[in-house]
């Protein structure tokens, strides 16, 4: 416990002190002046009780004007959320009405909204590349205008997703080293309190390596929770004149989920994408905060003051 201004602390305990004094000399002059008129100088335990309280209610007072401050551990949701939305051409597939990316991003939205502001929330869209469309930021306003701008384009990369993601979070390019080269993986630091959600129907054609990329993130602490938009059975799509057949490959993502102790969810209809965000293991994190104590302390002198005109009035049938 801190107090902004201490030397009111030993105020308070001068004050103490001399108000006990003062009470032992009153108490001493009473006495006296009843011994002297020829009454009974007996008194038990009982009498000094309410004025020792009215002592301590003046005392707490002096303290609480000290404004002593705590440091106590808030338990919260926090850290940083990374939404990594896959923009691919297959991601126009209807087997999710009304399409895979039009239900994730209407899912998404609902996500965003219902998280609190000590949640930093970006967004990442990945076809064969992949690009950050947000910054991780507590105003949400900024990531849902980002959600609802995207749109498909191109193959998917889900390795490239993830250092995409991974690049926002550190704030440093991250790149997976040349595996000819036998280099070592960057140092990317702990960021436990971060979350990546990997939406895709999970059909990567190509870029780094995702599982390698997943390790990566799980080095740094970063947590991969992904999410299969799409039917096994798949549908068709049209690119270019050209019919081709899409459906939801699970095996990549739940490899890249268990990669980071994450976990893989299948949403193959947008109610349940929706019902999958109240599942995501987010970080709960806490956060020291301090808390002043002032009103605790008077709300703690009043208390005793009131006890102690209560035993007065019931003791002696007034307040002395």
């Known amino acids: 416990m801190t107090f902004e201004y201490p030397m009111l602390i030993v105020g308070a305990a001068v004050a103490l002190v001399v108000m006990l004094l003062a009470y032992r000399w009153l108490h001493r002059q009473r006495t006296k002046a009843l011994a002297g008129a020829g009454l009974s100088t007996k008194a038990g335990l009982r009498r000094h009780i309410p004025p020792l309280v009215f002592v301590a209610a003046l005392t707490v007072l002096l303290v609480g004007a000290a404004r002593p401050q705590a440091t106590v551990r808030t338990p919260r949701i926090a850290g940083t959320v990374i939404l990594a939305f896959d923009v691919s051409n297959s991601m126009t597939a209807d087997d999710v009405k009304p399409t895979r990316l039009a239900a994730a991003q209407e899912a998404a939205i609902g996500f965003v909204d219902a998280q609190p502001d000590s949640v930093n929330i970006g967004v990442v ?53 040349d595996a000819q080269s036998g280099a070592p993986a960057p140092d990317l630091g702990y960021w436990g309190s971060a ?74 209809n947008a109610d349940a994408i929706r019902n999958t965000y109240k599942k995501l293991d987010l970080r709960l994190t806490s956060k020291p905060e301090l808390m002043e104590l002032t009103g605790a302390a008077v709300g703690t002198a009043i208390l005793l003051l009131t006890i102690g005109g209560l035993l007065m009035i019931m003791w002696y049938g007034r307040i002395l």
Not at 152 to 173: C, E, F, V, W
Not at 232 to 251: F, M, P, R
């Open 125 to 177: 869209a990945f076809d064969q590349g992949a690009i950050t469309t947000h910054q991780p930021a507590e105003g949400h306003a900024t990531a849902v205008a980002a959600i609802k701008q995207l749109h498909t384009s191109g193959s998917t990369s889900l390795g490239q997703a993830i250092l995409a993601s991974l690049t926002t979070i550190t704030g440093k390019a991250v790149s997976l080293p």
């Open 195 to 268: 979350t990546i959600i990997l939406l895709s129907d999970g059909e990567d054609t190509g870029g780094p390596d995702a599982l390698a990329a997943a390790d990566l993130a799980a080095k740094a602490g970063v947590h991969i929770e992904t999410i299969g938009v799409g039917t096994v059975e798949g549908a068709t799509i049209e690119v270019d004149g050209y019919q081709i057949a899409t459906s939801l490959d699970e095996d990549m993502l739940t490899q890249i989920a268990t990669t980071t102790t994450g976990s893989y969810h299948r949403a193959d």
